[in-house]
């Protein structure tokens, strides 16, 4: 279990802006008292190049490491992916104490909290993006935004304030989002879309491949 990050502008570990999801943590923090199920932190370093950004935590992963992506299928891909692109020091994460470090790369998501059924309410995803908001703008070292999915696609965008409208979310789309930095696009990894083929290994290392490219 990971150290537990003080509440900021852009992480509040107790975060109960969101009523249903509140009552969702506190009915899973009940039987599970052994797992995280609190409000998800980023992962990696401030300095990063590239971020990913996700949709939310998944029940049995993120929300009981308290790690994005870390013990869900979801992670299988994009962990194997990072370490082979030279983001990481590893290729599978299990767990928030399993030594695996980001390097030029953190991962956030567009909800910090488990939705039931994995879908937010747009509701829910408005009053988070606060918080998305504040990391953008204290990542002042980004480069690279990869979006998973349309979901954080348009968190991402409305975060910076930016029309939906004028950006389409499209598998393997580029999109200028200023001087500095572009928006990449991928189908989420997770496992819906891998097993039924949606997205494939090769699909989504491509986008990656192409985010490295971009950082360099």
């Given amino acids: 279990m990971i150290e537990r990050l003080p509440k900021s502008a852009s992480y509040d570990p107790d975060c109960t802006r969101c009523p249903r999801l509140a009552r969702f943590l506190a009915e899973a923090r ?26 939310a935590p998944g029940f049995r992963g993120a929300n009981r490491t308290s790690r994005p992506f870390t013990g869900d299928h979801a992670g299988i891909l994009l962990y194997e992916t990072l370490y082979e692109l030279g983001f990481s020091n590893k290729p599978v994460s299990v767990a ?12 956030s998501n567009a909800v910090k909290c488990v939705p039931p059924e ?50 389409r979310f499209a598998h393997g789309s580029e999109h200028r989002i200023d001087e500095a930095r572009v ?26 491949a192409r985010a490295r490219s971009l950082t360099l």
């Fill in 30 to 55: 009940h039987e599970h008292p052994d797992w995280w199920c609190r409000p998800v932190p980023f992962f990696g370093p401030a300095n990063a190049r590239l971020l990913i950004v996700g949709l």
């Fill in 96 to 107: 928030a104490d399993d030594g695996l470090r980001l390097r030029d790369a953190r991962i």
């Fill in 118 to 167: 994995n879908k937010p309410t747009p509701d829910e995803i408005q009053r988070c993006n606060a918080y998305l908001q504040t990391e953008l703008r204290e990542l002042t070292r980004v480069r690279v935004i990869v979006a998973l999915g349309r979901i954080a696609h348009d968190a991402v965008l409305r975060a910076l304030g930016l029309k939906l409208s004028a950006f």
């Fill in 183 to 208: 928006m990449l696009d991928s189908y989420h990894c997770s496992r819906y879309n891998t097993q039924t083929r949606r997205l494939t290994a090769e699909m989504f290392k491509s986008v990656m």
